[in-house]
């Protein structure tokens, strides 16, 4: 039976799930009518230990503690977060959550409209540049960090150094982003190591394809800004003036071979050659190595060797695996525990990226972002994640990285998305626990930001700009002028942020769910009285030394009343008697032990009961 709960029964609490007071002593079971090695409801995947809990911060805003917000505003309006700003108060607050990596976003020098000439660094050309801060992903200089996020801009590589030691005394790990597959037009190296040769400075430009280029160009054509661009709106932007000097033009970095790319194309940059040749139907020319396989492998052991503890790697399939395959080895002579994580969108590709290219870890956007994302809106169900598990990830789930925001996409508390962050708790349950792979959530999530309010470049869409120079409003209220301590947080914030705080520390503590199997039981409940295996979702986690019961309601307004079966196959599997009494604590609202499994489960809520015999 369900019912609507009063809004005060819905608000977060430490009664998520509860028990109804007639007694059951014993775990109920369902007939075994199947051997576990075929049962349709787990996988015969041997399960590792990948368990990282990654925390990302967008560098530039993370410590920005102005609140003006000007659209397209400057540097000097808006203010950006520093190195500096990332302090042991911010760091230790960050590790409180269970977090154990820190992706720093956007480190690397960008095309930026910002003035850092007096620097010795050229000023780019706002007609290739998007938004006044730029692109963190159009890099002009592989070699170097941002001016924006130094204090001492001369220094500024001094900075990122100390930041990185800094996040290691506070005992967490450092990802930085890899962006491989393309550059700022405006690419040059000013801070190269001697002796490195810098990107396009040998090639042949005559040819439109040539193994040994760094670049693909469109031979006897000039490049052509895409018509209707206006950098800041209405401002003017430097050197804004409808032409860019690239002669011959180069082929645009979301493969575009063509002088003239689109205004919804990647125009501000321009793509890498690893000797593919897309025009004669993509013909490989990996023997010899190619120069630019080279290149980039120098620019890994670079980082690499500044101490980071591993890369998030933008657009991976655009990139050839075999590359991948041939440079992670690489780099891991040099950093054998170095961490490779590649932004993916092609579930058909996710296997041969792992064994062919030698990847830890692939997003699992499609899959099951894409599924919880429609169950927190209202429109899926938890079909979806059976998909996910039974058919898209089966064999290498733990490879999969799992989140619910980053810096591309929607937050959860925007109208664009499910408008109400309470809807991440069932759903980040699910992302945290189904598997022993990484998860990882965004700055600000954790006390629900909307991400609202046109930027500059960035429109009102529900995302947080990674274009312009900007305050995040909630996130700032956490940051309490750099005290880091929620000082300015309501009271549904702090609940918030201390559901995240149980959650990943549980995560990261729990033995079943960093090491165990997995069992799912929607089956085993089809039939069960107020189950709606539509809404609800229900799985077992379990090692030798702990098993876990986890179970989510995604309905937005309807409780569930329901006595959850779980099979004779599970308890076998579990090494449980059925006719042994159990107890069963919630540990992720830490709430005291009940004796049964007849549950209440209140709307977009998650319980993870420890099972343990009496």
Same mark, same amino acid.
């Given at each position: 039976?369900?019912?609507?709960?009063?809004?005060?029964?819905?608000?977060?609490?430490?009664?998520?799930?509860?028990?109804?007071?007639?007694?059951?002593?014993?775990?109920?079971?369902?007939?075994?009518?199947?051997?576990?090695?075929?049962?349709?409801?787990?996988? %015969?995947?041997?399960?590792?230990?990948?368990?990282?809990?990654?925390?990302?911060?967008?560098?530039?805003?993370?410590?920005?503690?102005?609140?003006?917000?000007?659209?397209?505003?400057?540097?000097?309006?808006?203010?950006?977060?520093?190195?500096?700003?990332?302090?042991?108060?911010?760091?230790?607050?960050?590790?409180?959550?269970?977090?154990?990596?820190?992706?720093?976003?956007?480190?690397?020098?960008?095309?930026?409209?910002?003035?850092?000439?007096?620097?010795?660094?050229?000023?780019?050309?706002?007609?290739?540049?998007?938004?006044?801060?730029?692109?963190?992903?159009?890099?002009?200089?592989?070699?170097?960090?941002?001016?924006?996020?130094?204090?001492?801009?001369?220094?500024?590589?001094?900075?990122?150094?100390?930041?990185?030691?800094?996040?290691?005394?506070?005992?967490?790990?450092?990802?930085?982003?890899?962006?491989?597959?393309?550059?700022?037009?405006?690419?040059?190296?000013?801070?190269?190591?001697?002796?490195?040769?810098?990107?396009?400075?040998?090639?042949?430009?005559?040819?439109?394809?040539?193994?040994?280029?760094? =670049?693909?160009?469109?031979?006897?054509?000039?490049?052509?800004?895409?018509?209707?661009?206006?950098?800041?709106?209405?401002?003017?932007?430097?050197?804004?003036?409808?032409?860019?000097?690239?002669?011959?033009?180069?082929?645009?970095?979301?493969?575009?071979?063509?002088?003239?790319?689109?205004?919804?194309?990647? =125009?501000?940059?321009?793509?890498?050659?690893?000797?593919?040749?897309?025009?004669?139907?993509?013909?490989?020319?990996?023997?010899?190595?190619? &120069?630019?396989?080279?290149?980039?492998?120098?620019?890994?052991?670079?980082?690499?060797?500044?101490?980071?503890?591993?890369?998030?790697?933008?657009?991976?399939?655009?990139?050839?695996?075999?590359?991948?395959?041939?440079?992670?080895?690489?780099?891991?002579?040099?950093?054998?525990?170095?961490?490779?994580?590649?932004?993916?969108?092609?579930?058909?590709?996710?296997?041969?990226? /792992?064994?062919?290219?030698?990847?830890?870890?692939?997003?699992?956007?499609?899959?099951?972002?894409?599924?919880?994302?429609?169950?927190?809106?209202?429109?899926?169900?938890?079909?979806?994640?059976?998909?996910?598990?039974?058919?898209?990830?089966?064999?290498?789930?733990?490879?999969?990285?799992?989140?619910?925001?980053?810096?591309?996409?929607?937050?959860?508390?925007?109208?664009?998305?499910?408008?109400?962050?309470?809807?991440?708790?069932?759903?980040?349950?699910?992302?945290?626990?189904?598997?022993?792979?990484?998860?990882?959530?965004?700055?600000?999530?954790?006390?629900?930001?909307?991400?609202?309010?046109?930027?500059?470049?960035?429109?009102? &869409?529900?995302?947080?700009? /990674?274009?312009?120079?900007?305050?995040?409003?909630?996130?700032?209220?956490?940051?309490?002028?750099?005290?880091?301590?929620?000082?300015?947080?309501?009271?549904?914030?702090?609940?918030?942020?201390?559901?995240?705080?149980?959650?990943?520390?549980?995560?990261?503590?729990? &033995?079943?769910?960093?090491?165990?199997?997995?069992?799912?039981? !929607?089956?085993?409940?089809?039939?069960?009285?107020?189950?709606?295996? !539509?809404?609800?979702?229900?799985?077992?986690?379990?090692?030798?030394?702990?098993?876990?019961? /986890?179970?989510?309601?995604?309905?937005?307004?309807?409780? %569930?009343?329901?006595?959850?079966?779980?099979?004779?196959?599970?308890?076998?599997?579990?090494?449980?008697?059925?006719?042994?009494?159990?107890?069963?604590?919630?540990?992720?609202?830490?709430?005291?032990?009940?004796?049964?499994?007849?549950?209440?489960?209140?709307? !977009?809520?998650?319980?993870?009961?420890?099972?343990?015999?009496?």
């Amino acid at each position: 039976m369900k019912t609507i709960l009063p809004a005060v029964a819905v608000a977060l609490s430490l009664a998520a799930c509860s028990a109804s007071q007639s007694p059951q002593a014993t775990v109920p079971a369902v007939p075994n009518t199947t051997s576990l090695a075929n049962d349709p409801n787990t996988t %015969a995947e041997t399960p590792q230990d990948h368990k990282l809990i990654i925390y990302q911060v967008m560098t530039r805003l993370f410590g920005n503690k102005n609140t003006t917000n000007k659209f397209y505003g400057s540097v000097e309006e808006n203010g950006v977060g520093k190195f500096n700003d990332i302090t042991n108060p911010a760091l230790q607050a960050i590790k409180q959550l269970g977090v154990t990596h820190v992706w720093y976003t956007g480190v690397l020098e960008h095309a930026t409209m910002t003035d850092y000439t007096r620097y010795g660094i050229p000023l780019d050309d706002a007609d290739v540049v998007k938004g006044r801060a730029g692109s963190p992903y159009a890099i002009r200089d592989y070699y170097d960090v941002a001016p924006d996020l130094a204090v001492n801009v001369p220094r500024r590589m001094q900075e990122f150094e100390a930041l990185v030691q800094r996040t290691h005394q506070n005992g967490l790990k450092v990802l930085i982003d890899f962006i491989p597959n393309h550059v700022a037009r405006s690419y040059k190296s000013d801070v190269r190591p001697a002796g490195v040769v810098d990107l396009g400075e040998h090639d042949d430009k005559t040819q439109a394809f040539s193994p040994s280029n760094n =670049f693909y160009y469109i031979p006897g054509q000039a490049f052509r800004v895409p018509a209707g661009y206006n950098p800041l709106g209405d401002l003017k932007g430097p050197g804004e003036d409808k032409k860019y000097q690239e002669v011959p033009a180069k082929a645009t970095g979301n493969d575009v071979f063509s002088a003239t790319p689109t205004i919804d194309d990647w =125009f501000e940059t321009i793509k890498l050659n690893y000797g593919v040749d897309y025009a004669n139907n993509r013909q490989t020319h990996f023997e010899p190595i190619p &120069d630019t396989w080279l290149k980039m492998r120098d620019i890994l052991l670079y980082w690499a060797k500044k101490d980071v503890d591993g890369f998030r790697c933008d657009m991976a399939e655009m990139v050839p695996v075999e590359f991948w395959g041939w440079v992670i080895p690489e780099v891991k002579k040099v950093k054998p525990d170095i961490i490779f994580a590649a932004e993916i969108y092609n579930p058909k590709q996710y296997q041969h990226y /792992i064994e062919a290219g030698k990847f830890d870890y692939l997003y699992d956007k499609v899959g099951l972002y894409d599924g919880l994302r429609r169950l927190m809106s209202g429109q899926g169900t938890t079909d979806d994640i059976t998909h996910v598990w039974r058919e898209e990830s089966r064999g290498f789930a733990g490879n999969m990285l799992r989140f619910l925001e980053n810096h591309d996409e929607q937050r959860i508390a925007a109208k664009e998305f499910a408008g109400n962050p309470r809807a991440a708790i069932p759903a980040m349950t699910v992302t945290a626990t189904l598997a022993n792979g990484p998860v990882m959530l965004y700055m600000g999530q954790e006390v629900g930001e909307p991400g609202r309010g046109a930027s500059g470049f960035s429109s009102d &869409d529900g995302r947080t700009t /990674i274009f312009d120079y900007w305050g995040v409003p909630e996130h700032q209220k956490w940051m309490n002028g750099g005290k880091f301590d929620g000082g300015q947080l309501s009271e549904s914030q702090r609940q918030l942020r201390s559901f995240y705080q149980r959650l990943l520390t549980l995560t990261n503590q729990s &033995d079943a769910i960093r090491r165990g199997r997995y069992y799912e039981l !929607q089956q085993a409940n089809q039939s069960s009285s107020g189950y709606n295996p !539509q809404q609800l979702y229900a799985y077992l986690r379990y090692t030798d030394k702990q098993k876990l019961l /986890i179970v989510v309601n995604f309905s937005s307004s309807q409780s %569930a009343q329901t006595q959850v079966q779980i099979p004779a196959a599970a308890m076998q599997a579990m090494g449980l008697e059925d006719s042994n009494s159990y107890t069963y604590t919630d540990l992720l609202n830490q709430a005291p032990p009940i004796d049964n499994l007849k549950l209440t489960v209140a709307p !977009q809520s998650a319980c993870i009961l420890e099972i343990k015999a009496k």
